[in-house]
């Protein structure tokens, strides 16, 4: 399981954050994780009340927005989600389409004291 240590860097990254702009205590995570990221929302969640105590980020509120693979059609360049990466345009029917959203392991925002 990876997510153990990618949530032990982030919070590493985040006390490290806080106590850069003088704070003691970190209020709030949100977190934004795509679908072609690699990584379980649900894992890092669990992982994230284990890592942190003891730290900064202790208590805090996570929140993780998930992101869907998104896919833009480069022939008629409309933008939409989707399930499947291997897929034509729901539009026109092209298989000319790029990934325009779902790699995502991102620090969207944090609250801190």
């Known amino acids: 399981m990876h997510e153990l240590g990618l949530t ?31 990584v379980e929302a649900d894992a890092v969640e669990f992982c994230f009340t284990v890592v942190s105590k003891g730290t900064p980020a202790e208590g805090a509120r996570l929140e993780i927005d998930r992101i869907p693979l998104t896919l833009k059609c480069r022939a008629c360049g409309v933008t939409a989600p989707t399930e499947d990466i291997f897929t034509v345009c729901a539009r026109c029917g092209s298989t000319d389409v790029s990934i325009a959203a779902g790699h995502e392991f991102t620090i969207k925002s944090m609250e801190v004291d």
């Open 8 to 38: 032990k860097e982030l919070v590493d990254i985040v006390a490290l954050k806080a106590a850069e702009a003088g704070a003691t205590r970190i209020l709030s995570l949100k977190l934004a994780i795509g679908a072609l990221s690699g």
